[in-house]
């Protein structure tokens, strides 16, 4: 194996563990609202998180990783008050298990995928029905969430599928266990090409977008929030209002995330 191929597998791969010890924090120890979120999801989050902290009356405990992940965890009894996940499937597998507040559900934001160089590649393309990925990764690799679990990496399968150009990259891909760590790849030139959240693309320097996946080539994208099923927080209900908010819409908006839910 070469070292660049080790560094490819150690980056989207080696890390698992760690990220999903840290994603169950020592929760409630400090009496915080703990927050599970889609990786994607972290600067926005972290901003809107430091805004809401004088109505909630606390800065919340946030965990990122990949919504596929974050559910199992909750499944498996993690102390999360609030779950925030990049597809509507994994909210659902939930709810469906009674471990949400179903009238706490809320369509909170939606957003787009996107193809991904590093800054300084020369690539150019249009993303459209039978466009050449594979001559565009050339030698190289596609990073991209785990498409049997990672909502962005669903959506990317799905979008390549539709535009009939997936068996021709298939064997290319760099799977990542979430979405940051495949724009990690694609940042450090570990990966040659990219599909990740346009709000990824817009938070990380390293990489330039060149083309936009049309939106009738994968399901909607939607990030939907809850409080879970056992959450007694007594300020949880505050954080999803101020979430929900006008305020917090204002902070999404500048991070590049279309805003669903209703400002109160």
């Given at each position: 194996m070469t070292g660049k191929g080790f560094g490819l597998k150690a980056i989207a791969f080696g890390g698992l563990a760690a990220m999903l010890m840290a994603a169950v924090p020592a929760a409630h120890a400090d009496d915080k609202v703990v927050v599970f979120a889609a990786a994607s999801l972290k600067d926005a989050l972290d901003a809107v998180n430091k805004a809401?902290?004088?109505e909630v009356g606390e800065a919340a405990?946030?965990?990122y990783a990949a919504s596929s992940a974050l559910a199992k965890q909750i499944e498996g009894g993690a102390p999360a008050d609030i779950f925030v996940s990049a597809d509507l499937d994994w909210m659902k597998y939930l709810s469906d298990k009674k471990l949400t507040k179903p009238d706490t559900e809320v369509k909170l934001l939606g957003n787009q995928i996107v193809l991904v160089a590093p800054k300084d590649s020369a690539v150019e393309t249009k993303v459209e029905k039978g466009f050449d990925l594979a001559k565009l990764i050339g030698d190289g690799r596609l990073a991209m969430g785990d498409f049997k679990?990672?909502?962005a990496g669903k959506y990317g399968k799905a979008a390549l599928e539709s535009l009939g150009?997936?068996?021709s990259v298939e064997g290319k891909i760099a799977q990542a266990e979430n979405v940051r760590a495949a724009l990690k790849l694609v940042s450090t030139g570990e990966a040659a090409l990219g599909i990740v959240y346009a709000t990824d693309a817009h938070a990380e320097k390293g990489v330039k977008v060149v083309g936009t996946f049309p939106e009738?080539?994968?399901p909607p994208i939607?990030?939907?929030i809850a409080q879970t099923a056992d959450s007694k927080d007594k300020d949880a209900a505050a954080f999803l209002k101020c979430v929900e908010s006008a305020k917090a819409a204002d902070?999404?908006?500048e991070q590049?995330?279309?805003v669903l839910a209703p400002s109160n």
């Open positions: 809401c902290e004088p405990t946030i965990s679990a990672v909502p150009v997936w068996s009738d080539s994968h939607i990030y939907p902070l999404f908006k590049g995330f279309t």
